[in-house]
């Protein structure tokens, strides 16, 4: 056998066996978000404190006297920061649109309080609620009572970021997105990062 | 002449002439920081709220009862949020230590309200101030009246991104800052990020 021949032999003996494994663990397709299941299950991404950019922070502080229904505790009250990734901030800030796939993450923590010599000081504690906006241009999923008006709405405990607690986002998220909806359902009017 | 011999003059005829090249534009030395000049004078980074990552929010609503010389209103009420690199931030929470280089950008914003349908809300106005803090573990400057305790200090208006209205760090930066000096001047306890 000649050297040639044997050296082919050798890259037949490894390689076909390597490109049986590799087709093996192929995915059949490349999937809409790493964060979205293919039943449009959303989960909450796992790095966004410390590799997204911020879009900015909301305090709500006490209930809106929108009447007597709205009084007693709200489940928004504490500090709001909102994050996404700096790809989808940068093509916002371009285009006026929120591209297909973009996420936003909002945490609620409550409020910390503190005298310092700087003043009396508000702070965030420990996060006590996390929502996630995944924007979805194509009416992925019709029947999901997540999905609708451009968006997959979700709402986790921050203990358990795979288990979305809102049934129907139409009543969970859109009691306080709707007023948003001239803006796509996002209160760009307070963030920092896209003025 | 040989094919190899063509080959390596070939090489020497193009290799040449960008290595001097190369060599003529290459910097004297590395500077510090693309943020500090070769005096110690400090700047605000242009990309901070859309490329960095951001630490946390600390909101001053009021005076601290801290004697009758503090009554009035401070330059620092406001919504606060400081950013960093994420390089920054992974090293320090690797490390529990900000690595030599760390910029720290604090914004202060004014406190603006809305009544919505989630509450009675603050967000933040048009940014008023601008500090930058810069980590220095070789004291580089020493007799600068900006850089001291480990740290350049600075402090902008956001209209002048180069122009440090502080003249000397303990008077305007360490009247707040010194609280914080079991935490090397950084007020982490409030930050999610770091959390």
Chains 1, 2 share one sequence.
Not at 19 to 26: E, N, Y
Request: charged share 20%.
């Amino acid at each position: 056998m000649s050297k040639i021949s044997r050296m082919s032999l050798t890259l037949i003996l490894f390689a076909v066996p390597a490109l049986i494994l590799a087709l093996g663990q192929a995915p059949a397709k490349v999937p809409f978000s790493p964060y979205v299941g293919a039943d449009g299950a959303v989960s909450v991404p796992s790095d966004f404190r410390a590799s997204w950019v911020h879009l900015g922070t909301w305090i709500v502080t006490s209930q809106a006297a929108a009447g007597p229904e709205k009084s007693g505790t709200s489940h928004a009250n504490g500090i709001h920061g909102v994050y996404t990734r700096a790809e989808s901030l940068k093509a916002y800030k371009e285009t006026g649109a929120w591209p297909d796939g973009t996420v936003l993450v909002l945490e609620v923590r409550p409020v910390q309080w503190d005298d310092l010599p700087t003043g009396h000081i508000m702070y965030a504690g420990d996060a006590t609620e996390i929502s996630v906006m995944i924007k979805d241009r194509a009416n992925r999923f019709k029947n999901h009572p997540g999905w609708g008006d451009g968006w997959g709405w979700a709402l986790f405990k921050p203990s358990n970021p795979r288990a979305n607690m809102s049934t129907d986002y139409k009543k969970d998220c859109l009691s306080c997105h709707e007023v948003a909806r001239d803006s796509d359902f996002v209160f760009v009017q307070g963030y920092p990062a896209v003025k």
